[in-house]
């Protein structure tokens, strides 16, 4: 089973930056992509960023030049730093875990971002 468990959202001002983390107890951790995604009430999940076993990263036109996603296979951790934050990032952020062979992902639970001053 596989868990994923974010830490690092909270409240900062807009401009502030925030580093999310996500920790996966996986062995297949760096066999898989990972990402972050976000959902505001009522909406759809959407894509924040992502990034693949190899390394390479992907980003939604929202997050370009501010966010950026990062790995570390020894501790199967995928980080999100944020910067230049804006009170429409706010929202609960969610880490991914995607295999290229299976249809099912894992999720975490989510981590609330609130920008605002």
């Known amino acids: 089973q596989v868990q994923l468990v974010e830490s690092g959202g909270g409240l900062v001002q807009p401009g502030g930056s925030l580093r999310l983390s996500c920790a996966a107890s996986a062995r297949i951790f760096s066999i898989s992509s990972m990402g972050w995604y976000r959902q505001a009430p009522g909406k759809q999940r959407e894509l924040v960023a992502t990034?693949?076993?190899?390394?390479?990263?992907n980003y939604a036109d929202s997050g370009k030049g501010r966010f950026t996603i990062s790995r570390d296979n020894a501790k199967n951790t995928v980080a999100l730093q944020m910067n230049s934050l804006r009170p429409e990032d706010t929202t609960v952020y969610y880490c991914?875990?995607?295999?290229?062979?299976?249809?099912?992902?894992?999720w975490g639970q989510g981590t609330q971002v609130n920008v605002s001053s």
């Open positions: 991914n875990l995607h295999r290229s062979w299976s249809v099912n992902d894992y």
């Open positions: 990034i693949t076993s190899g390394g390479s990263s």
